[in-house]
């Protein structure tokens, strides 16, 4: 889990404003993902990237984007267009064991928009 | 897509006594299960995990079942402790090898 940095761990933004979270590992792990976290509502899926130059759409995308132009980085830019973006953020990375991908979680961001 | 219910969403017990939680899958392609824990302000943290071919695993205090005919998963702890208190999430893969669908969490709370 050490190997998963995400920073800051405090953000406080206008609404309104574009704003970018960032997420690197140095673990050498292929896949990673981005999830947000509300009270009672579990983890919730943004993003996930398999490889580099490709990702796909999670089950809450619409607000949001990413990149991942390097193995190690993964970030989440949460756009204006998203409606209630005050939240828990957390990536995190996995690797292959026997074709079953465990996940690790970085220490996360909490993010406040007001 | 996959679905993971997970009960309780609260439960409460005395230092020494065990702690069971319960989720249902609906994916019947789900083979990986695992499951988190989550103190405040944490990360969570992965305790436990059983892949669909096993029924049973256990680590010291923490045990988890699978019966894949009723798509259900238990998280059981023996002789619990304060420092046992958190949140837990289980999270079933469905049909994929990368992603994973997560219940909505358990608050555990050990009262010494």
């Known amino acids: 889990d050490g190997g998963i940095t995400q920073s800051p761990k405090y953000l406080f933004r206008k609404e309104g404003q574009n704003v970018t979270l960032s997420c690197e590992q140095n673990?050498?792990?292929?896949?990673m993902y981005w999830y947000r976290q509300d009270p009672g509502q579990g983890l919730r899926l943004i993003y996930y990237?398999?490889?580099?130059?490709?990702?796909q759409k999670g089950d809450i995308a619409e607000g949001y984007s990413v990149s991942r132009e390097k193995k190690e980085s993964f970030p989440l830019t949460v756009t204006s267009a998203q409606k209630n973006p005050t939240a828990f953020y957390l990536c995190?990375?996995?690797?292959?064991?026997?074709?079953?991908?465990?996940?690790?979680f970085g220490p996360g961001t909490r993010l406040t928009v007001t | 897509g996959e679905n993971v219910e997970q009960h309780p969403s609260t439960l409460s017990v005395q230092e020494g006594d065990s702690a069971v939680i319960k989720c249902t899958y609906s994916?019947?392609?789900?083979?990986?299960f695992p499951w988190y824990k989550q103190e405040l302000g944490k990360r969570p943290q992965l305790i436990i995990d059983?892949?669909?071919?096993?029924g049973e695993k256990k680590d010291q205090r923490i045990a988890v079942t699978l019966n894949k005919t009723a798509k259900h998963f238990s998280l059981h702890i023996t002789e619990t402790q304060p420092e046992d208190s958190a949140v837990y999430f289980c999270?079933?893969?469905?049909?994929?090898?990368?992603?994973?669908?997560f219940g909505k969490g358990t608050l555990l709370t050990v009262n010494p």
């Open positions: 995190a990375s996995s690797i292959s064991d026997s074709h079953i991908y465990k996940q690790y």
């Open positions: 673990l050498n792990h292929d896949a």
């Open positions: 990237s398999q490889i580099v130059n490709d990702f």
């Open positions: 994916d019947s392609a789900s083979n990986y």
């Open positions: 059983i892949r669909s071919n096993v």
């Open positions: 999270a079933a893969s469905g049909g994929s090898n990368y992603k994973l669908t």
